[in-house]
């Protein structure tokens, strides 16, 4: 097996069309019933022997991933196209539902034939509206969160209709369509990711559940329905009425940086709002220049509120944790699941280590230069496999902040905000995400209000290029999850989001309103103390 970083469908398209034309003609990448049922037998048995399967997450969704996985045996075994095959096994890595898993296109590999151009870009075409969950309901309800505002679409729906069916299909019958082809770790989530992409031309979705234009049909409020055939544009070209994203009235924008938007009162009142972007390349950089602006206007004693309904993930949240609020806490700590990746995967850390290269994705993954966690990975992770333990032990999260014999308890920054914090919260996003509420939740930190984060998180993954054992053809990349994220309250994180303080679902009702509702609530939750 080669090792390989992980490539989205979209990024890779043209590249792996280039390379299935120059194929050698007696090469066959999508192989015989028997190699397909060989590679099948193949990722279940590797799936069983790597994942890190959250217990609390399996009970909670009523499946065994596994089982899950078995009863698509017949779908790849049949699948004899390229775009069949591709799908299948999607559909095989979606089972273990695990938001951070996918598959994905490899040199020489899988080229799944598109006669759509537009699929290949990244991100996918968006149609002039947007669509959310209404989480008011348990069923496949969703409604018109936001327009295009643009004079080439007069006609779209209105803010607030609801979904009756999407190309022609039910929305119920949709939503149970999509469901497969979709990564997630929770319901919640999985609501939210469908709802984004429904609007989309994504190659996440097979074929036959993409039309040249979405077409939609929508109820408003008076119980009329109206159909609309929507055309796809670049995302970079759509202008929005900004309906259903983070609006404060009476707050001003007074910085804005790649991690955050801090917004304050206009009436002087003593708090302020960070609309959180995720724990990227530049976040400890912008944390250091919100403490220094801070300082510098006497802000440190105004209340801290953090919308994370938008942020993405990322790596050293705690660094953000230890100047955003007064409070010492409890970090979230890892492990690793010991099976035959770990000694490859220690040695690309060690390459990585080498280089002063310890990054997620371009994220850093460490405070220090990694020495404290290339300590325990040769220490301690090395020796309990050769040991044949399960797991390895818990350490404070990829060894980011604190040594391996460390209890997780970090103090505040020496500068850092003094008054009261808290959270506004949504499924948008999670990962790196859900440490960071979680953290805040199990350590009493202050109040968490809205939806909670998408509920997936893990320490690594590990990725591969699959191929058929007998021929030596790529066949496509896969992707493990080799380690659990333990909450601060001991519990794995993965499918199980901390809980919040209010529940404040997002509606077709409330749309326009839902921000300021939020943050009168978490205000007075802050105000009255958790």
């Known amino acids: 097996m080669i090792r390989s970083s992980l490539v989205s469908l979209t990024a890779v398209a043209t590249l792996a069309l280039g390379l299935a034309a120059c194929r050698d003609s007696g090469s066959d990448v999508v192989g015989t019933p028997e190699l397909r049922a060989a590679l099948f037998d193949t990722i279940l048995a590797r799936t069983e022997r790597r994942e890190s399967f959250s217990a609390i997450k399996n009970e909670r969704l009523g499946f065994d991933p596994l089982d899950a996985m078995t009863a698509l045996r017949e779908t790849v075994v049949s699948a004899d196209t390229e775009s069949e095959l ?163 009235p009476g707050l001003s924008l007074e910085r804005r940086t790649p991690t955050y938007d801090l917004l304050l009162p206009d009436d002087g009142s003593r708090f302020l709002v960070l609309v959180w972007r995720g724990f990227r390349e530049t976040m400890v950089a912008d944390v250091d220049a919100l403490i220094e602006l801070a300082e510098r206007d006497g802000l440190l004693d105004h209340a801290m509120i953090v919308d994370v309904t938008r942020s993405r993930g990322g790596s050293l949240g705690a660094y953000a944790i230890q100047r955003l609020q007064p409070r010492p806490f409890k970090t979230t700590f890892g492990n690793l699941r010991l099976s035959d990746v770990i000694e490859p995967f220690v040695e690309d850390k060690r390459a990585d280590f080498a280089t002063r290269n310890l990054n997620d994705s371009g994220v850093p993954e460490t405070i220090d230069d990694g020495t404290w966690l290339m300590e325990w990975l040769e220490e301690d992770v090395l020796v309990a496999l050769a040991r044949g333990d399960e797991y390895s032990d818990d350490v404070p999260f990829k060894l980011a902040h604190a040594p391996k014999d460390s209890d997780g308890v970090l103090e505040p920054a020496p500068v850092h905000f003094r008054g009261p914090f808290g959270v506004i919260s949504g499924p948008s996003g999670g990962s790196h995400l859900d440490q960071f509420v979680s953290i805040v939740v199990d350590n009493g930190l202050g109040p968490v209000v809205g939806m909670p984060p998408g509920g997936y998180s893990n320490t690594w993954e590990w990725e591969e290029v699959l191929t058929f054992a007998s021929t030596g053809q790529p066949v496509i990349g896969f992707m493990y999850s080799i380690g659990h994220t333990i909450r601060p309250n001991g519990e794995v994180l993965e499918g199980n989001p901390a809980a919040l303080d209010a529940w404040v679902p997002l509606t077709a009702e409330n749309v326009q309103t839902y921000y300021a509702m939020l943050l009168e609530r978490v205000r007075a939750h802050m105000e009255t103390g958790r």
């Open 86 to 248: 591709y799908y299948a096994l999607a559909r095989l890595s979606h089972a273990r539902r695990d938001r951070h898993l996918d598959v994905y296109l490899v040199p020489g590999g899988l080229s799944p034939a598109d006669d759509d151009a537009d699929l290949e870009s990244s991100p996918p075409p968006q149609a002039p509206v947007r669509v959310f969950p209404d989480y008011s309901s348990d069923d496949a309800a969703y409604f018109v969160g936001d327009v295009a505002a643009d004079p080439r679409w007069p006609e779209l729906p209105e803010v607030g209709d609801r979904v009756v069916s999407v190309n022609e299909r039910p929305v119920e019958l949709w939503n149970e369509a999509a469901t497969p082809f979709m990564r997630h770790s929770t319901e919640i989530g999985l609501r939210w990711k469908l709802a984004e992409a429904m609007t989309q031309a994504t190659a996440a979705f097979p074929p036959e559940l993409r039309e040249d234009a979405l077409r939609l049909t929508v109820e408003s409020a008076d119980g009329s329905e109206s159909s609309f055939t929507l055309p796809f544009a670049d995302t970079g070209d759509l202008m929005w009425t900004g309906s259903g994203e983070p609006r404060y």
